[in-house]
């Protein structure tokens, strides 16, 4: 029993030796070392500041998709109806009218793109995002969410397109 205790007094002597005589200085506040970098300051004039890809206006490109060639006559209001119906169906999720949301504004897109590029975006967005440059900016611009591929026939697509020129 002896040695029992004196074995405990022994190991609680040695683990407060061992913990002990420390002294950790505190400094007050908080500061961190770093390194300085040079760089080089580049003036940024309208020629270098580059547009963003929702307000830039490319009115050739056609896009990659089906729609090669589209003709827009007067506007058709019974199509631009059924166009608001599929538009507030399916696209209404991600875009508004009038301001960004997780997608760009429709309004006064067929002033900034071809209506061949709108119908390729709205049928075939994924191929869009993967070979048309504007279309990877937007992806880029809006934090990489892609649009959705809503499955629309060309009908469907010639509506919402007929919608946006009610805009």
């Known amino acids: 029993m002896k040695i029992l205790i004196k074995s405990v007094v022994l190991l609680f002597s040695l683990l407060l030796i061992s913990c002990g005589g420390k002294e950790e200085k505190k400094k007050e506040g908080f500061s961190v070392k770093r ?3 040079t760089t080089e300051k ?3 004039t309208p020629a270098t500041k580059e ?14 998709g089906p729609i090669t060639s589209l003709t ?7 199509m631009a109806a059924k166009g608001k119906e599929v538009y507030d169906q399916l696209c209404l999720a991600c875009h508004r009218i009038g301001k960004k949301f997780i997608g760009p504004a429709p309004d006064g897109i067929l002033e900034r793109r071809t209506p061949e590029w709108v119908m390729n975006m709205i049928l075939n967005p994924d191929q869009m995002v993967k070979e048309d440059p504007l279309a990877k900016d937007l992806l880029m611009e809006f934090n990489g ?15 919402v397109l007929e919608y946006f020129r009610t805009l």
């Open 42 to 44: 580049t003036v940024e």
């Open 145 to 159: 969410s892609p649009m959705a591929n809503q499955g629309l026939t060309e009908e469907q697509a010639r509506a």
């Open 72 to 78: 827009l006559n007067d506007v058709d209001d019974a």
């Open 51 to 64: 547009t963003k890809a929702s307000e830039r206006i490319d009115l050739t490109n056609k896009g990659v």
């Open 35 to 37: 390194q300085k970098t």
